[in-house]
Structure formats: C-alpha cells, structure tokens
C-alpha cells in the first residue's frame, strides 16, 4: 500500500510547511532576540530548589466532610456537593458522618460501587461495603482516596433506596496533587 502521487505531494507540503514554521520561529523579530530554546522545552524550572516532584514541594492532603455541615443523609445532593468540593486529589481524605442507628434516624452506611452503570442505577449487588451503619458516628468514618481511578459512593441501606431516591450518591476522579509555585 503506497502513496499516490497526490498523497505524497500533500505530504511533502505539509513536512516543508512545517520544517519551515519550525525555522522561522527561532528567527530574530525585528528589534528582539531569537529565541533559542534548544529542544523546545524550558529547562529552567528541573533545578535542585524549583524541581515539582521533589517531596517536599507538594501540598499536604486534606479532609472533606462529605455533605459539610449537612453531614452523610438522606435527601441532600452530594453529586452537587462533590462538583463544589473538588477537585479531591490523592490522600486526601473522605470523611463520613452520620448518626448512629436509633429510634429516631434512619440507618445509613457507605458503599464503594464497582463501575459508572452501578453507580447510575444504584446497584449494589457487586459493591463493596466500606462503612457500617455504626461507624459514621462520633469522629465519622474515613476513606483515604488512594487511587487514580473514579470511586463511586453510595449509601447502602434499604435495598439502595436511599442511593435512588434520596441523592445519597456521589462520584469522584483523584488527580496527582499539584506544586507549589
């Protein structure tokens, strides 16, 4: 399978137009210097002091109450809470609280959904109970994001009735903790 030659003189044109944009962008302005930036990466930030990755030149993780002041219940918007809240990056932490069980609340738990189709229909048959119904009292339970991949949070109880209709669901992407600078 080769070129036609049509193909390849479009080809051509397109490799001498951009040879030639290359060329010119190095070339003096008049009255300013070239710019001569070797590869085209500035090296300047990669020293000793300034370097992004050393560790300790990254911000420390925090915690998030989950739903703030509203804490882990039903009927509250996390999906809008977690959109507010972000961005959540690695370590940082996730803190559930909820009452314990009584006679006047209702009964609340924490599960982590396996994929994006559970987490939209409230699924739990293949989700991962994380949190109790008894440990979201007190200090609260707390989930360390460790993981680049989404988590899926839900709240477990009554079949997934409160995930459905009671918005007791939220999702969220850690990123890399960004630098200082």
């Known amino acids: 399978m080769g070129f036609t030659s049509g193909q390849g003189v479009v ?3 397109v490799l001498t137009a951009s040879l030639l944009a290359v060329g010119m962008a ?4 008049a009255g300013k210097p070239a710019n001569h930036w070797n590869s085209g990466f500035n090296h300047s930030i990669w020293g000793p002091r300034n370097n992004p990755f050393h560790p300790n030149n990254t911000r420390p993780p925090k915690k998030f109450i989950v739903g703030g002041s509203e804490r882990w219940r039903y009927g509250f918007n996390y999906t809008d809470w977690a959109l507010k809240n972000g961005p959540f990056y690695i370590n940082d932490t996730l803190v559930f609280k909820y009452d314990p069980p009584n006679s006047t609340t ?3 738990s924490v599960y ?5 189709g559970s987490f939209l229909t409230c699924d739990l048959s293949r ?3 994380v949190a109790t119904v008894a440990q979201g009292g007190s200090k609260g339970f707390e989930f360390v994001l460790k993981n680049l991949w989404p988590h899926y ?3 477990g109880e009554h079949n997934g009735l409160h995930c459905k209709e009671g918005m007791m669901k939220f999702s969220v992407m850690p990123l890399f903790r960004p630098c200082h600078g």
């Open 11 to 13: 080809t051509l044109l």
């Open 26 to 29: 190095n070339r003096p302005i």
């Open 106 to 108: 209702f009964p609340h």
């Open 112 to 116: 982590l959904l396996p994929n994006f």
């Open 127 to 129: 989700a991962k109970q």
């Open 153 to 155: 949070f839900a709240c």
